[in-house]
């Protein structure tokens, strides 16, 4: 299955769809929810708008966004760089990969402070909580969908192609 994915991916010259539906399909596939629904539940917000909460996650949502951004750029580069990957691409992928996980790391770190003024400690934590959850969800989905390097001509040879 994994290796079928790829194939549809290599030859559409894309990963899945663009990044920020990527997200939001992936979350309502798996929970069957939109994030903010998602959000609201969890944070049990159904008697309390709590505006200051929203207004700080907009901005949130916005900044994550970019960071995603560069994460399907990486993705996008490894599916296009697969057949021809050398050392030296390689290396690079692995250090932007490396490079966006930091930026995650440091962009939770800032935004669990905001969170907090607004929130509180606990309910702050609670939301990281989730959202960690979530963005965990989306990664393993993607992570699942490619290949390890080298995959593909391991099929290749176990499985070659019908003749004839």
């Excluded at 996008?76 to 290396?91: C, H, I, M, V, W």
């Excluded at 490079?99 to 935004?111: C, H, M």
């Excluded at 290949?147 to 192609?161: C, M, Q, S, T, V």
Aim: aromatic residues 14%; positive net charge; proline residues 2%.
């Amino acid at each position: 299955m994994r290796f079928v994915l790829l194939l549809l991916l290599l030859f559409s010259g894309n990963i899945l769809f663009a990044q920020e539906d990527s997200d939001l399909k992936t979350i309502q596939s798996v929970f069957g929810k939109e994030k903010k629904a998602l959000v609201t539940q969890y944070m049990d917000f159904r008697n309390n708008s709590n505006d200051p909460f929203w207004a700080l996650y907009d901005q949130y949502e916005a900044d994550r966004r970019s960071l995603s951004r560069e994460r399907l750029a990486i993705l996008q580069d490894y599916t296009r760089l697969y057949n021809t990957l050398d050392d030296e691409s390689a290396t690079s992928l692995a250090k932007r990969t490396l490079s966006n996980d930091l930026a995650y790391d440091k962009f939770y770190q800032k935004y669990f402070k905001r969170f907090s003024k607004v929130l509180g400690g606990k309910n702050a934590a609670k939301f990281m909580q989730l959202e960690l959850y979530l963005q965990n969800a989306i990664k393993s989905s993607i992570l699942n969908a490619i290949p390890f390097i080298g995959e593909l001509e391991k099929n290749r040879d176990a499985y070659p192609a019908p003749r004839g």
